[in-house]
């Protein structure tokens, strides 16, 4: 009797050890809308923003599980969300710049209900300030990515300088960003599209904001460093600067894996800076 207890108690102890322990690293599996990138799963594209009625449960779900497809957002009345002038986002009701959002009676769509979504084939959501593109990606279950992050999962996408075949190459010459995924061969080694240019992507960090830009050393391409100094502009209070990776469309040679810029505020919209979302 005195064994058979003794093996049920040690039976429950190695269980409820096994319980605590998490799964190595090689059994993380990733949801279909993002790529696994060591032990983090990172949006396959840049984020676009959907207005959903959280009413529409079955449709919430999915974006916040990664299965929402364009055909689920059209059928579901979705509204996207994406304007290469700044000022039309002051129109949008539950949606202010601080990213404080609170319901709003009698909204159609009721607010909040603004997500995030990584899909291919549609224009990046931009002029969107840090505090938003947080918002979004927490009501989507996701999150900003950290700079370290982002710069492992840009590893390896092509830094095409001046050229742009309108096909292939990254967007770092243009008028405006491409739809999302459209450029082939504007991938990461781990299947992250348009991390270089397209449009800057706000990452969690934030730091001292930048007043001035170089570029790296040797080695490095003539990627733009825009971090550190005094922070802040003349006749102004000091702000922290929030970080942006990977340079926009019209960035030129600045834009790459390893372009940083800490020169924008949180609060601060353009028509250069959207986001992604990891998990």
Known sequence: MKMRLALAVLALTLLGNTARVRPPAGTLSCLPDAVKVGTTCVDTYEASLWQIDPANAALVRKVQTGRATLADLAAGGAIPLSFAACGAMDALTGFPRTGNW???????????????????????????????????????????????????????????????????????????????????????????????????????????????????????????????????????????????????????VGAGVFAVNSGADPSQRSPNIGFRCAR
């Open 102 to 252: 609170t319901p709003v009676p009698d909204s159609d769509p009721p607010s909040p209900g603004i997500y995030a979504v990584s899909l291919a084939g549609v224009q990046p959501s931009r002029c969107v300030t840090w505090f938003q593109a947080n918002q979004a990606c927490l009501l989507s279950g996701k999150r900003l990515l950290t700079s370290r992050e982002w710069q492992g999962a840009a590893a390896g996408t092509p830094d095409p300088g001046v050229a742009d075949d309108a096909a292939t190459t990254c967007v770092t010459t243009g008028d405006e960003p491409a739809d999302t995924g459209s450029r082939s061969g504007c991938a990461s080694v781990w299947g992250a599209f348009d991390m270089v240019g397209n449009v800057d992507e706000w990452v969690a960090d934030w730091g001292d904001r930048s007043t001035s830009c170089s570029s790296w050393p040797a080695g490095f391409g003539s990627d733009a460093s825009c971090v550190g100094g005094p922070g802040g502009e003349v006749g102004t209070l000091d702000l922290p600067g929030a970080f942006s990776r990977g340079g926009s469309f019209g960035d030129g």
